[in-house]
């Protein structure tokens, strides 16, 4: 019988929902900018089906940036998603 290995679980910021880390993006702010999380610093995870409600997701993206520019958050956002599934 195989061993079961221990996954990480991990709580999206905007949901609270609780999953495994390989199911959620992982990003990063950095001066009120965001990124794909770059190794170095604080991050936090978004799951998958929150990406598809935006106003939700946009009141977690400005609470975790301290940022009020909302345009900007959610062009970013897209950019890095549109990015991650092309790679």
């Given at each position: 019988?195989a ?6 679980i991990?709580t999206c ?14 990003l ?38 301290r940022s009020g ?19």
């Amino acid at each position: 019988m195989a061993k079961k290995f221990h996954e990480p679980i991990r709580t999206c910021v905007s949901c609270r929902k609780k999953d495994i880390q390989c199911n959620l993006f992982r990003l990063q702010c950095e001066n009120g900018d965001l990124s794909l999380f770059s190794g170095v610093g604080r991050s936090f995870y978004l799951c998958k089906s929150c990406l598809k409600e935006e106003k939700k997701l946009l009141k977690a993206l400005m609470r975790q940036c301290r940022s009020g520019e909302k345009d900007k958050l959610m062009n970013k956002l897209k950019e890095i998603i549109t990015d991650d599934r092309k790679s």
